[in-house]
C-alpha cells in the first residue's frame, strides 16, 4: 500500500494553462506539505495544512493556490502556468507534535510547462 | 532564520571505500537535523534525524551521522558504501519547539558509487 500518492507523476501542459496536482496519504496522519524541487534539485517548502488549516504558507505567487478537503487529502491548483513553474512537486504528511515527527514524502510530480 | 550548507554538491566514491557528506547548518536557535536520501525519480527517504541525547545517530543503510554543535555541522558517513548508494543525499534542519515542523533543505550532494 502506498503511503503517500500523487497524481499525475507527470505533467506537461503549455504557458497559461491551469492545473492541478492530487495528493493522499493513508498514514491517518493530520499534517501535509507541499515542496518544490527546481532543475537544481533544491527543495523548498510551499505550504502545509494541519486538519485542513493552512499553518505554512512560504512567499508563493497566488496562481498556487492549496486545497485540502480533509485531512488525507493535499491538492494543489496552479493558475496561469508559467515557465518557471516546471519542477517537481512533493506532497508529504506528518504527525504535528512539539516533537519532530518524521515526514514522508510521495513519489513527485514532475510538470513541465512548454 | 536558519539555513543549510553542503558544500559537495557531488563527491564520486568507489565502491567498499567509506564517504562523508558533509553539512553545515546556521540558526540562531535550537534545531533538529537531517538526512534524507534521494533515489532516482522518486521520492525522499528518512535516513536519520537527530533531536537530542548522543550526538553520534546511527540510520538505515548503514549510515551514521556526528553533531558538533561547536562547529555547527552534522556530517553524513559510511564506512563502506555500496552501488546501490547512488542517490541525492539532502541534510535538513527543522526549528525544535515550534509545534509544526518546517524542513529546510540544503542543496543537496549527490552521492556517485562506482565499481
Known amino acids: 500500500d502506498t503511503a503517500v500518492s500523487q497524481t499525475p507523476k507527470y505533467l506537461v501542459t503549455q504557458m497559461g494553462n491551469d492545473k492541478s496536482i492530487k495528493c493522499e496519504q493513508n498514514?491517518?496522519?493530520?499534517?501535509m506539505y507541499w515542496y518544490k524541487q527546481d532543475s537544481k534539485k533544491f527543495l523548498k517548502i510551499m505550504f502545509s495544512?494541519?486538519?485542513?488549516?493552512?499553518?505554512i504558507n512560504e512567499t508563493v505567487p497566488n496562481r498556487f493556490s492549496p486545497k485540502s478537503p480533509d485531512k488525507a487529502h493535499l491538492n494543489l491548483h496552479i493558475n496561469s502556468l508559467e515557465l518557471g513553474d516546471s519542477a517537481v512537486y512533493f506532497c508529504?504528511?506528518?504527525?504535528?507534535?512539539?516533537?519532530?515527527?518524521?515526514?514522508?514524502f510521495g513519489p513527485g510530480t514532475r510538470l513541465t510547462v512548454l | 532564520a536558519q539555513s543549510v550548507t553542503q558544500l559537495d554538491s557531488q563527491v564520486p566514491v568507489f565502491e567498499e571505500a567509506p564517504v562523508e557528506l558533509r553539512c553545515n547548518y546556521s540558526?540562531?536557535?535550537?534545531?533538529?537535523l537531517f538526512w534524507y536520501v534521494q533515489y532516482p525519480n522518486q521520492g525522499l527517504q528518512l535516513l536519520l534525524k537527530y533531536l537530542s541525547g548522543s550526538t553520534l545517530v546511527k540510520g538505515i543503510n548503514g549510515f551514521e551521522a556526528e553533531f558538533n554543535k561547536s562547529q555547527t555541522s552534522f556530517h553524513l558517513r559510511k564506512p563502506s558504501v555500496h552501488i546501490s548508494d547512488t542517490a541525492e543525499y539532502f541534510c535538513a534542519v527543522s526549528l525544535m519547539n515550534t509545534g509544526f515542523q518546517k524542513l529546510v533543505f540544503g542543496t543537496g550532494t549527490r552521492l556517485l558509487v562506482s565499481p
Open positions: 498514514l491517518g496522519h493530520d499534517t
Open positions: 540558526s540562531s536557535v535550537s534545531v533538529y
Open positions: 508529504a504528511s506528518s504527525h504535528p507534535s512539539g516533537t519532530y515527527n518524521e515526514q514522508f
Open positions: 495544512y494541519n486538519n485542513k488549516e493552512l499553518i
